[in-house]
């Protein structure tokens, strides 16, 4: 039987670390990626290159990321039962993004560093001034990444990655979240009170009435 490369498909006797690979292949191609044998590999294929099994001095990475042929980052592919231990392969993940690539000059560390089992994946941003990993949804787009490596790199303990400046940039706004969400509040207690203020008077007007009819009228 032959399989699918479209999309996902999986053997019933595949072993958990092959299962997971093609989880992690499905995943990448719905976020624009090519995923390419490295004996296959052909940059005119899109803007984006995932290559298995890329070679590299320290040995083959599990994917290394080309976007624009520019390589950018590197996947750690690791089976379902390291879902909950994925932050202990970061280390690995980081070694083969130092490490130096075949056939092509990386005149740095590569910058976007991912674990996944292709169910749970985790990122690393190496360009943060204070890099640390986090749980994402999906990899990043081919442009997503290209962008990130055109854009100035932040300087230590100042600017910060267009993810991590986002909440503050909101905050720093004329009417931040939270501005608005104390103006609410107090909104609410002032209804509140008003609200309660009239219970209490339609209160005193009842406690007026006898059967008798309208004993008594006061000024409230």
Not at 121 to 144: I, K
């Amino acid at each position: 039987m032959a399989k699918d490369q479209s999309g996902p498909f999986f053997y019933a006797n595949q072993t958990p670390e092959q299962a997971a690979r093609d989880r992690i292949d499905a995943r990448l191609r719905a976020s624009g990626w090519h995923v390419q044998d490295k004996d296959a590999l052909d940059f005119n294929a899109g803007p984006g290159i995932a290559v298995r099994e890329y070679q590299t001095d320290i040995g083959p990475a599990d994917y290394v990321l080309f976007a624009d042929r520019q390589a950018v980052g590197v996947i750690e592919a690791k089976p379902d039962t390291w879902g909950v231990r994925l932050t202990a392969v970061e280390e690995q993940s980081e070694g083969y993004a130092n490490a130096r690539l075949k056939w092509i000059t990386n005149a740095e560390p590569l910058p976007f560093l991912y674990e996944s089992t292709g169910q749970i994946t985790r990122f690393t941003n190496a360009r943060d001034p204070n890099p640390r990993s986090r749980e994402v949804f999906s990899f990043h787009r081919p442009e997503t990444l290209q962008a990130w490596m055109q854009a100035p790199r932040p300087h230590p303990g100042r600017a910060r990655s267009p993810l991590q400046s986002r909440p503050r940039r909101l905050a720093k706004g004329p009417r931040s979240m939270a501005r608005r969400w104390r103006e609410g509040q107090e909104t609410c207690e002032a209804e509140a009170g008003q609200n309660a203020r009239y219970v209490d008077s339609r209160a005193i007007v009842v406690a007026a009435f006898t059967s008798d009819g309208l004993v008594a009228r006061k000024d409230w």
